[in-house]
């Protein structure tokens, strides 16, 4: 695992940025997969995709998109929907085919079957060439909370009481917040190819230090991202500062770093 500290959200969202750009304009042919995660810390890297898009030329027409996870039981127009909140933070600014972006259907009459049809599409597309992850206060990773089995694929998820109080910003009332989820596992979210994982914020601190430092285990899904060969965590110094001293730039662990950053 590499961790990366620079100086503030929107340098974290260029270093994820790269890392999405060189997946797309590496790809040897055939689609590129990206894995998109929602929540607060992806938005400057998604920002910054759009704004490569229309100055630089970055095309998307060539990718496949697929989201960690949704609600059940929101309508798919629900603007609190992960597949709005995508198309309105990202897909919608670019030139990727809208069909070829891809939730969970939280809609479903059968979420079990719902999980099981995501599980064999995101086979059935080959690895994500990049995913992207964020973290939440209690360790979560997509919505893997607590006690997540390392192998688990997607599945249902019941969220916890402080997730849902983390998410209820969200909604006009915290009582809308939905009590469960379609979220792929830590078992697939491991077979891509790299993690990117981007925390900020100094309510993130805790988790981030747990994950990067505490025991690997289900007590913090984030922790078992450890154990995955190429994973990077780009952070704010809000968001590392339980890691000790540091200073922007500084990278820990083994494997290979986010292209420009030493």
């Known amino acids: 695992m590499h961790v ?59 990718a496949r998109a697929f989201l960690l996870d949704e609600y059940l039981g929101l309508p798919r127009d629900h603007p609190q929907s992960y597949r709005q909140v995508i198309r309105r933070e990202l897909t919608d600014h670019l030139d990727i085919d809208p069909a070829a972006v891809h939730a969970p259907d939280g809609t479903a009459d059968d979420p079990a079957a719902a999980a099981a049809r995501y599980e064999r599409l995101l086979l059935d597309a080959g ?11 209690n360790g979560h990773v997509g919505f893997n909370e607590p006690g997540s089995p390392p192998g688990s694929t997607t599945r249902v ?71 995955h060969p190429r994973c990077t965590v780009v952070l704010d110094p809000a968001a590392a500062a339980g890691l000790g001293p540091g200073r922007s730039g500084r990278m820990c662990g083994t494997g290979t770093p986010v292209r420009g950053y030493r």
């Open 127 to 137: 690895p994500i060439d990049v995913q992207i992850l964020g973290i939440g206060r």
């Open 157 to 227: 998820v019941t969220l916890t009481g402080r997730t849902r109080a983390d998410n209820a910003r969200f909604f006009d009332r915290p009582q809308d917040v939905p009590h469960r989820v379609l979220t792929q596992g830590i078992g697939t979210i491991g077979r891509a190819a790299h993690l990117v994982l981007v925390a900020t914020g100094p309510e993130k601190a805790p988790a981030v230090a747990a994950a990067v430092h505490g025991p690997v285990g289900s007590a913090v899904p984030a922790s078992l991202l450890r154990d």
């Open 4 to 62: 990366v500290v620079l100086p503030d959200p929107a340098a974290c969202g260029a270093a994820v940025a790269d890392a999405v750009a060189d997946a797309v304009t590496g790809a040897a042919g055939g689609p590129v997969n990206l894995g998109l995660a929602t929540g607060s810390s992806p938005l400057p890297a998604y920002a910054e995709l759009i704004r490569r898009h229309r100055r630089d030329g970055l095309s998307f027409r060539g």
